[in-house]
């Protein structure tokens, strides 16, 4: 069994995101794939499945023919488009006519601060998360919304070296977020555990670039909202020695810092939520490797 202090930092974490690049898969493949981990030993690290909105008629064919347990709901986060007013229509019809899965959460991206207000409107009855360009200030936007009431979502990397933020930008974005209490998730790039360099694809003459470890960041969220230094926040953001960390039944400890188990608890219920992965068995399968599962 893991220390608790894993544990509660791995609970529901991993949105499967399995039709998105780099794995691409079919509609049928991620909806197998989704039932089989829910039955899993590693399961409690599992969080919702993400679908576009546009996919939802799709998904519903391939859910029937899943091998979903017939009393397991599941929760799924739709990819919003341009139009979330439609949007919203199309999610609460979905959900009123399907059986055996739910939409309670919506994706969408917002090309300016001014525009977020509508989105929120638009999505008032869904819990929502908005992502923004990380090119820009972060605090209009985060301050935007904040105020209208939704979430905050961040992009970690793609499939090309030049989708992969600086890490300064990331510990931009967690210091504004803690700073307000805002929700995040994080979405894109972070495969595997700590900070290191590998393929961007699983291709093999795909580029090899530095990637974000999801223990990075979210551990860079919790000790963001404890109150920890943008310094040694982007020194977190950028370990990559498994033995800076001590994961115990009762705090976690990055170097001479520690975190309780009741914060981490909180942060993860009400601040850092979840990463969207299109593989849900790379990141897990890189912990047992670590020894830490």
Same mark, same amino acid.
């Given at each position: 069994?893991?220390?608790?202090?894993?544990?509660?930092?791995?609970?529901?974490?991993?949105?499967?995101?399995?039709?998105?690049?780099?794995?691409? +898969?079919?509609?049928?493949?991620?909806?197998?794939?989704?039932?089989?981990?829910?039955?899993?030993?590693?399961?409690?690290?599992?969080?919702?499945? /993400?679908? =576009?909105?546009?996919? +939802?008629?799709?998904?519903?064919?391939?859910?029937?023919?899943s091998?979903?347990?017939?009393h397991?709901?599941?929760? #799924?986060?739709?990819?919003?488009?341009?139009?979330?007013?439609?949007?919203?229509?199309?999610?609460?019809?979905?959900?009123?006519?399907?059986?055996?899965?739910?939409?309670?959460?919506?994706?969408?991206?917002?090309?300016?601060?001014?525009?977020?207000?509508?989105?929120?409107?638009? @999505?008032?009855?869904?819990?929502?998360?908005?992502?923004f =360009?990380?090119?820009?200030?972060?605090?209009?936007?985060?301050?935007? /919304?904040?105020?209208?009431?939704?979430?905050?979502?961040?992009?970690?990397?793609?499939?090309?070296?030049d989708?992969?933020?600086?890490?300064?930008? /990331?510990?931009?974005?967690?210091?504004?977020?803690?700073?307000?209490?805002?929700?995040?998730?994080?979405?894109?790039?972070?495969?595997?555990?700590?900070r290191?360099?590998?393929?961007?694809?699983y291709?093999?003459?795909? =580029?090899?670039?530095d990637?974000?470890?999801?223990?990075?960041?979210?551990?860079?969220?919790?000790?963001?909202?404890?109150?920890?230094?943008?310094?040694? +926040?982007?020194?977190?953001?950028?370990?990559?020695?498994?033995?800076?960390?001590?994961?115990?039944?009762?705090? #976690?400890?990055?170097?001479?810092?520690?975190i309780? @188990?009741?914060?981490?608890?909180? #942060?993860?219920?009400?601040?850092?939520?979840?990463f969207?992965?299109?593989?849900?068995?790379?990141? /897990?399968?890189?912990?047992?490797?670590?020894? +830490? @599962?």
């Amino acid at each position: 069994m893991p220390p608790d202090s894993l544990r509660v930092l791995l609970s529901g974490l991993v949105d499967y995101a399995g039709l998105f690049p780099p794995a691409s +898969l079919s509609m049928t493949d991620v909806a197998t794939n989704y039932a089989a981990y829910r039955q899993s030993p590693d399961a409690g690290a599992l969080g919702r499945l /993400i679908v =576009p909105v546009a996919r +939802l008629g799709e998904f519903s064919g391939a859910m029937s023919s899943s091998g979903r347990r017939e009393h397991d709901t599941w929760r #799924i986060s739709a990819l919003a488009s341009d139009d979330a007013t439609q949007d919203a229509k199309d999610i609460a019809e979905w959900n009123a006519s399907t059986n055996g899965a739910v939409v309670d959460t919506v994706e969408v991206r917002a090309t300016s601060p001014d525009a977020i207000a509508g989105i929120a409107r638009a @999505l008032r009855e869904y819990t929502a998360y908005v992502e923004f =360009p990380l090119v820009h200030d972060p605090l209009p936007y985060v301050d935007a /919304i904040a105020r209208a009431g939704v979430r905050a979502k961040i992009r970690t990397g793609g499939v090309t070296p030049d989708a992969f933020p600086h890490s300064v930008q /990331i510990v931009r974005f967690l210091r504004a977020c803690a700073d307000r209490n805002l929700p995040f998730k994080a979405t894109a790039g972070l495969h595997h555990p700590l900070r290191s360099r590998y393929r961007l694809t699983y291709a093999p003459d795909a =580029p090899i670039g530095d990637m974000f470890g999801f223990l990075n960041v979210f551990l860079a969220a919790a000790f963001a909202s404890k109150g920890l230094p943008e310094t040694q +926040l982007l020194s977190l953001v950028e370990e990559r020695d498994p033995s800076a960390l001590e994961f115990r039944s009762d705090a #976690i400890r990055w170097r001479d810092e520690v975190i309780d @188990l009741q914060r981490l608890a909180d #942060i993860r219920t009400s601040f850092a939520i979840a990463f969207g992965s299109c593989s849900f068995r790379e990141p /897990i399968d890189d912990l047992h490797q670590l020894g +830490l @599962l």
